[in-house]
């Protein structure tokens, strides 16, 4: 009997929307939760019972935008996180409540368009400003579209307060007594530093076998983690504490161990469990402030062996109080964040979001009724790349939209027809969807559900009552414009996400190639362009793994790039390997080998930048090498590995160099 065909896997575009449902399940941060519960509610509250229920609503907006931005971050980067979105979101409503004044009709599509060209070019500079970027486009729609008998400026003031209600309690709550956050926690920037010699102790157990390149890809997200908590959005001129400059030491050291594990994962010699263990001594020292005691090395017996026995010393010393070699932060800076803007991706995502909202503000005046910013202000939020796939994000918007109508629904006529209750209970429902955000940021469609009553409360407190279903319509048609969108050429689709995150990636890997060959590069520097490249290229991944899953004919296409990406990790990784070589006295490689490498390199961002096909890196032949995966085998490109210090530093760059000639000849 013939075995039956396999029934054929639906396409990850249609299935991705339920692959977040995994992520649901998890602890539940009962801090936020508290902040929630407290925020929206007894902001609008405030306002119903001072018979000011419009100045509430506004408030509580602000509250809500601010709870969406509360993500799990340290103190100080809570404050930029959440307070720049907010003055992005006043500057929104001063303009949206100018605009509607003064262009009532048909015209202020045109205006909200060019709002949408600032919006989509400051959304393109990195994470926190494409919240801010979201939020100034949603509030200029809201204000443009909601009526509200207060002047612009005030009702920018109200949405500043409501944030500014958030933003105290995020910042004072931890510091009671008593409070949901225990103050037997460790803080923040401490926790972070102690994650980076957690996923190192997984790195050093993971050498030798095939959990490595896993595992490195997670030192590299605690990294990232770590500098963001350390460095990263911080008030300016702020001159960081005792506390902060030791962690910050024991942040950089860690790149010194950090370095010496990526080689000895390329060695692919394991490590004896003691010896693995060492990372995790010092991740209990950073927790706990006490002494990390005997830390074991491996033995020196190869390049990698003898850089660890140096790191550790390293470490012992700086754990000991001396302060460690700066590195300094890691991140774009100013010229890179402008061309950011100013670039392709930025002009294109920016003509994305202006079309985007212009049509939807169009269509939505073109509609009866007089509360017709919903349809563009859910367009605004739909065109954001950052919430996933496009097709997921409109499934999980219009199901989750859905979800919440029927529930507000549903309590309106309960609880509606009660006499005293009709102010009541839509504050009772901001206040309990409010507390869920912090829940509900897992999945989209969730975040949608209970976002949607909130949004529903507000604005039947502000005078739109039994207009649900109008609103779930208004949603329909939003999907459908972003959708249209979606198809048509140059507006920032996911081949320019894939196309500037992958060329950024490809020019920090030349970069930090072209400094651990340079002779008088510094340690530090070349630590720092290390840990940029690992940083571009996990962001290239991300790109790419959201590229995959998108509608035909892009996800097929992009993911594709999947493999170059983990290519480019391991040419990061021989590049380190190769650096440890030279500084323990092996010979340098061949002068046109790396010069061969980097006009690899440097022609593949060009044509990844370009959108052309790379051109063939020229390799001189060897017996038996022809079109080979880059995993190769070191037998297969020379002789076994002799376990001393003293060989050759050409080695891993002869590895890259033929797995990037593969790459470029696939």
């Given amino acids: 009997m013939r075995a039956p065909y396999p029934r054929p896997a639906p396409p990850n575009w249609l299935t991705h929307p339920l692959h977040g449902a995994r992520g649901l399940r998890g602890p539940v941060p009962w801090a936020a939760v508290a902040r929630g519960a407290l925020g929206v509610g007894p902001v609008l509250a405030a306002g119903v019972a001072a018979g000011q229920t419009s100045a509430g609503v506004t408030a509580g907006l602000g509250a809500m935008f601010a709870h969406i931005n509360d993500r799990p971050a340290t103190r100080a980067t809570r404050l930029v996180r959440i307070g720049l979105p907010a003055l992005a979101g006043a500057v929104g409503m001063l303009t949206g409540a100018w605009l509607g004044t003064l262009w009532p009709g048909a015209w202020i599509a045109l205006a909200l368009a060019a709002v949408g060209l600032v919006s989509g070019a400051i959304s393109a500079i990195g994470p926190v400003c494409s919240s801010a970027g979201v939020q100034l486009m949603v509030v200029c729609v809201v204000g443009s579209g909601m009526p509200a008998p207060e002047t612009p400026p005030v009702r920018a003031g109200l949405l500043l307060a409501g944030a500014a209600w958030v933003l105290a309690m995020a910042w004072l709550l931890p510091l009671f007594p008593g409070s949901v956050r225990l103050r037997t926690s460790l803080p923040d920037e401490r926790r972070a530093v102690a994650a980076v010699y957690d996923a190192l102790a997984d790195l050093m157990a993971a050498v030798g076998t095939e959990r490595g390149q896993a595992a490195r890809r997670r030192l590299t997200a605690a990294y990232d983690a770590a500098y963001e908590s350390l460095y990263g959005h911080r008030i300016p001129l702020h001159r960081p504490d005792a506390g902060l400059r030791r962690l910050r030491d024991l942040l950089a050291v860690a790149g010194a161990l950090s370095e010496t594990a990526v080689t000895l994962l390329w060695e692919g010699k394991p490590l004896p469990a003691r010896v693995a263990r060492t990372p995790a001594l010092l991740a209990r020292s950073v927790r706990t402030g006490r002494p990390p005691g005997p830390l074991p090395a491996p033995a020196p017996h190869t390049a990698g062996g003898l850089a660890a026995h140096r790191a550790v010393l390293l470490v012992a010393r700086v754990f000991d109080g ?102 009541v209970w839509p504050v009772a429902v901001a206040a309990v969807c409010s507390a869920l955000i912090p829940v509900s940021v897992r999945h989209f469609a969730l975040q949608t559900a209970v976002l949607t009553p909130l949004l529903l409360s507000l604005v039947y407190l502000g005078g739109d009552r039994g207009a649900e279903y109008a609103r779930l ?194």
């Fill in 322 to 423: 001396e302060p460690a070699p700066a590195v300094g932060a890691v991140g774009p800076g100013l010229r890179q964040r402008l061309r950011r803007v100013l670039g392709p991706a930025g002009r294109e995502y920016a003509a994305r979001v202006a079309l985007c909202v212009g049509v939807a503000t169009a269509l939505a005046k073109s509609l009866p009724g007089e509360h017709w910013y919903w349809l563009p202000a859910t367009a605004a939020f739909l065109v954001k790349p950052d919430m996933g796939p496009l097709v997921s994000r409109a499934v999980s918007r219009a199901f989750g939209t859905a979800v919440g109508v029927a529930v507000f629904a549903g309590l309106a006529a309960l609880l509606g027809p009660l006499a005293g209750a009709d102010e």
């Fill in 473 to 666: 319509a208004d949603t329909l048609l939003a999907c459908a414009v972003v959708l249209a969108a979606g198809v048509l050429p140059g507006l920032g689709g996911p081949r320019a996400q894939v196309s500037v995150r992958l060329s950024l990636a490809v020019r920090a890997t030349r970069d930090h190639l072209d400094r651990v060959l340079a002779a008088d590069a510094p340690y530090a520097v070349r630590l720092r362009l290390r840990r940029e490249a690992y940083r571009a290229l996990a962001e290239a991944r991300r790109a790419v793994e959201v590229a995959g899953a998108e509608h035909p004919p892009f996800g097929r296409d992009l993911a594709a790039w999947a493999p170059v990406v983990a290519a480019l990790e391991e040419i990061v990784d021989a590049a380190t390997a190769c650096g440890v070589r030279l500084d323990h006295g092996a010979p340098p490689p061949d002068t046109a080998l790396a010069d061969r490498l980097r006009a690899a390199l440097s022609d593949l961002a060009d044509a990844v930048a370009a959108r052309r096909p790379a051109c063939a890196v020229p390799c001189p032949s060897r017996p038996g090498v022809t079109r080979r995966r880059f995993a190769v085998t070191r037998a297969q490109l020379g002789e076994p590995y002799p376990h001393t210090v003293g060989d050759s530093a050409a080695r891993p760059l002869r590895e890259a160099h033929y797995g990037i000639r593969d790459l470029l000849s696939n």
